[in-house]
């Protein structure tokens, strides 16, 4: 958060990225989040919302948790 009583041109920065709500329901009434269409029902939003199946993903290779090993892989990638 800023204050100032200086006029910043527009547009003063950009970010890019994508929210995927683990639990659309829980969002919207915490009023983290609100439905865009009035018109939309909760169940619709959950849908729009919901994870694929796991049997739908399909993963080339094996997932396992980094290990130090992957370190300079991971930050060739990271920085790429």
């Known amino acids: ?4 009583g ?10 890019h990225y994508m929210n995927r709500f683990l639990n659309p329901a829980k969002c919207v009434e915490m009023k ?3 439905m865009a269409d009035p018109n939309m029902s909760l169940k619709e939003f959950d849908k729009l919302y919901k994870l694929p199946d796991k049997k739908k ?5 094996e997932l396992r948790p980094m ?3 992957d370190l ?6 990271w920085t790429k």
């Open 32 to 34: 983290y989040t609100n």
């Open 6 to 15: 200086h006029t910043f041109p527009t547009p003063f920065a950009t970010v």
């Open 72 to 77: 300079s892989a991971v930050y060739k990638l």
């Open 1 to 4: 958060m800023m204050t100032s």
């Open 67 to 69: 290990l130090k090993k």
């Open 57 to 61: 993903i399909n993963l080339v290779g």
